[in-house]
């Protein structure tokens, strides 16, 4: 699934400037993103029992205060967001309509999350890994660097959502943390 830039210049770094190996981009002052396309693989399959998210990302050099999104898809009613803010890094699941099996699963309209302190100016591999079910007993469980920092239960399907698909930035229909 190839990304594409709508909101802005994304600057692709040569090898020099490499994360695990690979070329990074610089998404800049947190206006630009990478955009993937609605897709059977991501968000509009009928449901998701399981799902991995793996990113690879570098600190700000000064900033890890200000809420910076690394990814997100879906919007209001269900998604899946990985963000920094307060020093922190926070992994957010949400699934609030009763679409049938295994849902809802915040149905108080709350986000589950789960977070970790992070630093400025480090390199960081962060996963999301859900494994839901029919029976709402499911867990989602983030990973840093290889090592769990949490994990959350009463995890069931996470159904159809295509409120957009974001690498370094957000279509604006997501919920956070603090609400």
């Not at 090592?147 to 229909?173: E, K």
């Amino acid at each position: 699934n190839d990304a594409t830039s709508s909101t802005g210049t994304v600057v692709y770094r040569s090898t020099s400037s490499s994360i695990n190996f690979n070329p990074t981009a610089d998404f800049g002052n947190g206006n630009n993103s990478l955009d993937i396309a609605n897709n059977d693989g991501f968000n509009t399959a009928t449901s998701y029992t399981r799902k991995g998210i793996n990113l690879a990302f570098r600190t700000s050099t000064s900033d890890i205060n200000t809420r910076q999104v690394l990814y997100e898809q879906g919007g209001n009613s269900r998604g899946i967001n990985i963000y920094i803010r307060n020093g922190f890094l926070h992994l957010t699941a949400w699934n609030v309509p009763n679409d049938g099996a295994g849902s809802p699963w915040n149905n108080s309209g709350n986000v589950t999350t789960v977070s970790t302190a992070i630093t400025t100016n480090t390199e960081y591999i962060v996963t999301l890994e859900e494994n839901g079910n029919s029976s709402g007993t499911g867990t989602i469980t983030g990973y840093l660097n290889g090592q769990s920092f949490g994990s959350f239960g009463n995890v069931g399907l996470l159904y159809r959502h295509t409120g957009g698909i974001q690498l370094g930035g957000a279509d604006g229909n997501m919920r956070f943390d603090d609400g």
